[in-house]
């Protein structure tokens, strides 16, 4: 019997294929293995710094650092504050809860220097943020909270802050500070930590980071395993048809 020659046109149309699959989804599980390691670490640098002892917030001095990329390198540290509430100014951001609906109460601090740093001072229900029926302390204080950065994007759902109607949505500390003409501000708003069951309520800060890197990992490598299997089983069809 004559042997049919391999089909050497579709082997090689295969192989390339093979090649670029394997090659391919290999290095997207790499990829993902090096991103949760990267992730592993900031989980471990961030919960060093929430549990590690509170420093004087930033001033103007590094306020230009934070509001570029490194600024992710300050996210989350302890920080003290001291100055005077400007309840004038503060702004309700709404906010989803374990309360119901909610808003956030970003007021603005002013320093002894004369510097503005916003505020979250925690989180108030609906009802009593609508009617004013939380407290607003007078005089100097000092409080412990972790710094944040400008929430700048809006998240894909997110509705968009209309600062003309004074309805917010976001906690974006230059769209808050320009709509409220406040100068000298941090490019950074700070959550502060619970203090009693007064409202607004602090301490209500999320530290939590998505980590899914490993099963990106293992499904990259397992589809560059069927995309090996598949070349191997065309392969062995192809020469025993030779």
Known sequence: MTKVSPRWPRLLLATLIAVIGIGGFS??????????????????????????APVPAPGPEAWAEIAS??????????????????HDEEVLIYTPSDYGPAFWVLTPLLRGDGTVVLVNRGVVPEAEARAGAFLRPQGEVRLTGLLRLSEDHRWLFARRNAPEAGTWYRRDV???????????????????????????????TVVRFRNAHLSYALTWFALA????????????????RS
């Open 27 to 52: 290095w997207l599980g790499v990829w993902q293995v090096q991103r949760l390691h990267w992730k592993l670490d900031l989980i471990e640098r961030v919960e060093a710094r929430i549990h590690a």
């Open 69 to 86: 990329g490194a600024g992710t390198q300050a996210e989350y540290t302890r920080v003290t504050l001291a100055g005077r509430y400007l």
């Open 174 to 204: 230059g769209s808050i500070t320009e709509a409220k003409g406040l100068a000298r501000a941090a490019p950074y708003f700070v959550d502060a930590e619970r203090v009693g069951d007064a409202w607004p309520r602090g301490g209500r």
């Open 225 to 240: 395993a069927v995309v090996a299997t598949g070349y191997v089983l065309v392969l062995r069809l192809e020469l025993r």
